[in-house]
């Protein structure tokens, strides 16, 4: 018994000293590996939690560093949680730049990981609304909770997508003020852009014959707001939150009533449950995209574009 262990133990120790000969090796290399290469480790590390916010942050960190983003492609902030392997991924970044208002609380775990790991929303400067001011009738303790939230969703609008810039640009100058003028000088550069994209789409949307929408969930409040729509109803009670028969019962009425003929569905949440609605109700379909990072969106810009296009789009076939 006694030999067994102790033989063991001998093996044990083996491989002990053959794994620290392999570490060592591999710190040797790694060290010559970067005396090498000296610009490395001089581009500063960030991360962002959604593509909108990483697509933002990129134009103005420009070449000074490097972005990350967490949220997948496809997939939802309201139903997502954050992976072991991202969170390694994270090493070295100085901060993570968030939405806030409970849409990014999968990422909580980055502080227990990474103490030393700041994480900035980016909302200074932006108007909030309300989460989900939809009519429904709904008084449970839940929803009253939620109807006094800020709606988390801002970034889909330009104007707030310039501040975000603006914010972004201020927290990159504080963590790393040597390179100011590079920083001021990319976003200036980008909210030039964000202002024509905006003129644009106010152009491309003020002459609708018809401005009221039904989105599948609360996401599209600021848009609208931005860009004269009127949000008559959302399919989801609440983000995540399945619609029970009494509610969808209501939003048949409001649709019969208003005269609506389109509604629009999200790529990134399960639509099962609006498809027969669709068909009970004969409505056209179109998608809206809150979060891009997909061909076709693979741009902030791009994104609000889609979006502008599909709803005028839309808009314009579902005239009465
Ligand atoms: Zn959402």
Redesign the pocket.
């Given at each position: 018994m006694c030999g067994k262990i102790g033989l063991k133990g001998g093996m044990r120790t083996a491989m002990k000293g053959a794994f620290s000969a392999c570490v060592l090796v591999l710190l040797l290399s790694l060290h010559v590996g970067c005396s090498g290469e000296p610009q490395s480790t001089g581009r500063i590390k960030v991360a962002a939690t959604v593509f909108p916010l990483y697509d933002i942050a990129q134009n103005v960190v420009g070449d000074r560093g490097e972005v990350l983003v967490l949220l997948p492609p496809g997939a939802?902030?309201?139903t997502y949680d954050l992976t072991p392997q991202q969170a390694r991924q994270l090493k070295g970044v100085r901060v993570v730049f968030k939405v806030g208002h409970g849409?990014d609380d999968w990422t909580r775990a980055i502080g227990d990981i990474w103490p030393g790991v700041e994480t900035v929303v980016v909302d200074k400067g932006i108007v909030p609304r309300l989460s989900n001011d939809s009519e429904e009738h709904d008084e449970s303790a839940e929803h009253a909770h939620m109807r006094e939230e800020m709606n988390?969703?801002y970034w889909l609008s330009v104007r707030n997508g310039e501040m975000i810039a603006k914010n972004i640009a201020e927290e990159m100058i504080r963590i790393d003020p040597a390179h100011e003028a590079s920083y001021s000088a990319n976003a200036e550069r980008y909210l030039a852009k964000l202002s024509d994209v905006k003129q644009e789409i106010e152009a491309q949307l003020s002459g609708l014959p018809n401005k009221r929408i039904v989105t599948f969930?609360?996401?599209w409040g600021y848009f609208a707001d931005e860009f004269g729509l009127e949000i008559v109803a959302t399919f989801e009670p609440f983000?995540g939150k399945q619609p029970t028969p009494r509610y969808l019962a209501e939003l048949q009425r409001r649709v019969r009533k208003l005269g609506i003929k389109v509604i629009f569905s999200e790529p990134q949440l399960s639509t099962e449950t609006i498809a027969p609605f669709v068909e009970d109700m004969g409505l056209k379909l179109y998608v809206l995209d809150?979060l891009g990072g997909v061909e076709g969106r693979n741009t902030y810009i791009e994104l609000l574009r889609y979006n502008a296009q599909v709803i005028a789009e839309a808009l314009n076939n579902g005239r009465r």
């Open positions: 939802s902030p309201h849409l988390p969703h969930h609360d996401a983000p809150p």
